[in-house]
């Protein structure tokens, strides 16, 4: 039997068992990582091989747990098409921000086509999710009630508001684990998957400054309380344009430390103090902002 027919093995192995983990309290940290074992099977694998094996894992998985295997199916079968899609630009050594855009974007594609099939089926998902909310928040002790806000009608309604931000911070943490690990493991093994660029060279467009200007001035007007589409767009739009300019905050800080040449303790600091006081991601988006609006990085070599 040859090596890549017992990584076929090894990863329909460990795809059987990352499936069963869904039933027990280890889903906790494997539900994060569904999608490694089946794009490594893919990566490592012919494409006939791949589906025999990816086939037999799930029939594995349905014997063992019966009806509750359809649920684990359907989970694994849901990641399947960002596994392929990233899987085929691995085998083409496509560049990791190709890889990344691409995962992204086939997540978020499932999710709305999921939304318009269940609409479609006479499932409203969203009502759904409004109901099992408001089932919580009566079911929870009163301590905990009562740390929430008083008006529990507008806290579910904001909740469901924010929907389209929770997605994309879905589809953004899957691609970028699924995506680290495998190219670790996948460079390991001798392929030679491209990685991104040092974060001290990332740079973002500066239509986006443009952007992130309207939509500031924009939330400042717009009642919070309204659910017209103009505020859930903000509220979904504020907190992401936030997150993407402080992120390049943080790489312009990479970029002082090595302009410098010191180690790269400022932006490590940065980050723990942001991890904990999320209140600064304001003070560190608008430094990300100033970071691609103006030329300080050119300024800051000729002070050098």
């Not at 855009?101 to 499932?123: K, N």
Request: proline letters at 6%.
């Amino acid at each position: 039997m040859g090596k890549r027919s017992w990584q076929s093995i090894i990863w329909s192995a460990v795809t059987i068992v990352s499936l069963l983990s869904l039933m027990t309290p280890f889903i906790i940290f494997t539900f994060s990582f569904l999608m490694i074992p089946v794009l490594m099977l893919y990566v490592k694998s012919s494409t006939r091989r791949f589906v025999i094996s990816y086939v037999l894992s799930l029939l594995v998985v349905y014997i063992l747990t019966q009806w509750q295997g359809i649920f684990l199916m359907s989970v694994s079968l849901f990641f399947l098409p960002p596994v392929l899609v990233m899987g085929n630009l691995y085998k083409r050594k496509a560049a990791a921000r190709s890889v990344l855009t691409a995962g992204i974007i086939t997540i978020l594609a499932e999710s709305l086509v999921s939304l318009v099939i269940g609409y479609a089926l006479g499932f409203d998902p969203i009502a759904r999710f409004k109901q099992f909310m408001m089932e919580s928040i009566a079911g929870m002790p009163p301590g905990i009630r009562d740390i929430l806000p008083k008006d529990q009608d507008w806290y579910v309604n904001f909740i469901v508001q924010v929907i389209p931000l929770y997605l994309i911070f879905v589809a953004l943490f899957y691609t970028f684990v699924s995506h680290g690990i495998s190219r670790w493991l996948l460079n390991k093994t001798g392929e030679g998957i491209p990685g991104l660029r040092p974060m001290r060279e990332w740079m973002l467009q500066k239509s986006l400054v443009w952007i992130y200007l309207v939509v500031f001035v924009l939330d400042l007007f717009v009642n919070p309380a309204s659910i017209s589409m103009i505020s859930t767009l903000l509220m979904n739009a504020m907190p992401l344009l936030m997150l993407v300019f402080a992120i390049q905050a943080i790489c312009f800080l990479f970029f002082v430390a090595h302009a410098n040449k010191w180690k790269p303790i400022l932006p490590i600091v940065a980050i723990v103090i942001l991890c904990f006081m999320p209140p600064l991601f304001i003070v560190y988006s608008l430094l990300g902002v100033f970071d691609v609006a103006f030329p300080i990085r050119e300024r800051f070599k000729k002070n050098i």
